[in-house]
């Protein structure tokens, strides 16, 4: 299993946010970051949280961190349940994890897993530089 994940919001080591503290402290204990990367897609501010939408063009980014998951089989579940994936009873949950292919800062290209938006952007401000402040 994949032990690569990009995240690009509370997750992120140098995220601020009271929001996610007690989960970001945790995947610090199960990971490693390997350092800043960014992946084809937009950003838009949710309120608290940023979410990410996958977009085919090569123009649009967002920047983040990728991290080594130490088990994924034991960081995945806790990290899809704090995302809300399987919460909603109508099968539409939030977020949607999937792999995608992320670039490092390096310019080193892979694959890692990745939490994509499901819902509606529709009045969601966008964040056009594609990274996160909060």
Do not use: C
Request: hydrophobic share 35%; net charge positive.
């Amino acid at each position: 299993m994949n032990q690569l994940l990009f995240v690009y919001g509370t997750l992120m080591s140098t995220a601020s946010s009271t929001l996610g503290r007690d989960m970001r402290m945790r995947l610090r204990r199960e990971a490693r970051v390997v350092g800043p990367a960014s992946i084809h897609g937009q950003l838009f501010d949710r309120g608290r949280y940023p979410v990410l939408v996958v977009t085919d063009t090569t123009v649009d980014r967002v920047h983040g961190e990728l991290i080594e998951i130490s088990d994924p089989t034991v960081t995945l579940p806790w990290l899809d349940a704090y995302e809300g994936i399987g919460r909603d009873p109508t099968g539409t949950d939030e977020y949607e994890r999937t792999e995608r292919a992320v670039e490092q800062a390096a310019g080193k290209a892979g694959l890692a897993w990745v939490y994509v938006y499901q819902k509606r952007i529709t009045g969601l401000p966008r964040i056009a530089s594609g990274r996160w402040k909060g």
